[in-house]
């Protein structure tokens, strides 16, 4: 009998997944920085792909959703206390 796991049917699919996990990380931790709006909700979006197609590293897609959430939540203080979505380094 053929081993589901290691067939080549099941092999791409992962491979994608795990692709995406990474993706979702790396998009939610530049989110933190640069582009929050935009970056944080693909970064969730990747997590959430990642996650339902069986990612095996399921570690870097639940930390990608992680940073794609705190990526709002700095939006969302950045919009509360100087009105825009902008950083502000100066004065």
Do not use: C, K, Q, Y
Not at 25 to 50: C, H
Not at 57 to 69: E, H, I, K, S
């Amino acid at each position: 009998m053929e081993d589901i796991a290691h067939s080549p049917r099941t092999a791409a699919p992962r491979a994608e997944a795990d692709g995406t996990a990474v993706a979702a990380f790396v998009l939610g931790l530049l989110g933190l920085f640069f582009f929050n709006v935009v970056l944080g909700p693909f970064a969730i979006g990747l997590a959430a792909t990642a996650l339902i197609r069986g990612t095996a590293r399921r570690g870097r897609a639940l930390l990608g959703l992680a940073l794609g959430a705190a990526d709002l939540v700095v939006m969302a203080v950045l919009v509360a206390t100087h009105h825009g979505i902008a950083w502000s380094l100066g004065s």
